[in-house]
Each structure stands twice: as C-alpha cells, then as structure tokens.
C-alpha cells in the first residue's frame, strides 16, 4: 500500500518559488507576494520569508526601480510617464518610484526623444512627409512622450529638414 505523502512546508516552496523568480529575472516585492498568492502560499508564510528576502538584500524595490528607470529610458526611449505606469504596475510604492524618475529633467527627456525621433526620422526618408510625421508621432506617444514634446521633436526635425 503506498504511503500518503506528507504535505509541503509552505516555507520550503515560498523560499523555492522565490529563488526561481529571482534567478530568472529582478522581482518587486509585490509581484514575488503575487506569485506566492497564486500558488496557494499562506501569506504569514508569505510575508516572513519576503521580510527574511528582503533583509538579505535579494528583494530591493529601490535597486530594482533605479535599474528598470535606467534601462528603459537607454535601451527603449520610455518617457518618464510611461516608466511610472509601469513600475506602478509591478507595485513599487510611489515614493520609490518617483526617487528613481527624480533624475530624469525635462531637458533630458526632450533630448531622449529627439534622439528617438533622429533615428526614426532617418530610417523613414523615402516616405511622404505626413507619413513620416505620423509614424513617429505615434511611436512617441508609445513610449508616453505628451503631446507638447512630441510637437517639438516634429518642429525641430522639420526645420531640420527645411534647412
């Protein structure tokens, strides 16, 4: 007759499923609890061992802000709003986040766009020019540049152009 296999310590799997999630990509804090609510982990377990993880430095809402921040605006052009959508999504606290958009001025994300919209621009040279207006208009709405930095970008690559 087989024997009934004891349930699982609910510490083991959260610590399990927190060191999988931690190994294949940075986790906030707040998507870590989700996962560990999805998989039936009772969350006073929960809660201790992201308080243990989180002690030990392997969960940092701050760290992990300051690198999506970073990386999104180098590698994707993300405007600040866009950024703080999306980090609001993965549940950093508003307070964090806004620490990690601080460094990011207007001037800077202006010159972010241009530089966007400079690449766009040329990729697009054989297109009508509202063709080209549009695509990249619509591409840096995408990326959650307003209306008023969109507007400047197409002004100062059309007078580019002009000249």
Avoid: C
């Amino acid at each position: 007759m087989d024997e009934p296999v004891p349930p699982a310590d609910p510490e083991a799997v959260a610590r399990t499923i927190i060191l999988r999630r931690l190994t294949l990509a940075p986790s906030t804090r707040a998507e870590l609890e989700r996962t560990l609510r999805e998989r039936n982990v009772p969350d006073e377990v929960s809660v201790r061992m992201l308080d243990r993880f989180t002690e030990l430095g392997l969960i940092d809402d701050t760290a992990y802000a300051s690198m999506f921040t970073e990386s999104r605006r180098q590698r994707d052009g993300w405007s600040r709003r866009a950024i703080a959508a999306k980090l609001h999504e993965r549940g950093v606290p508003r307070e964090v986040a806004e620490d990690a958009l601080s460094g990011i001025d207007s001037d800077e994300e202006f010159a972010t766009a241009l530089s966007l919209g400079r690449r766009r621009w040329d990729r697009t040279a054989g297109l009508d020019p509202a063709v080209r207006q549009r695509r990249l208009a619509g591409m840096l709405a995408r990326r959650g540049y307003s209306y008023g930095t969109v507007s400047r970008v197409l002004t100062q690559l059309g007078d580019a152009h002009d000249d």
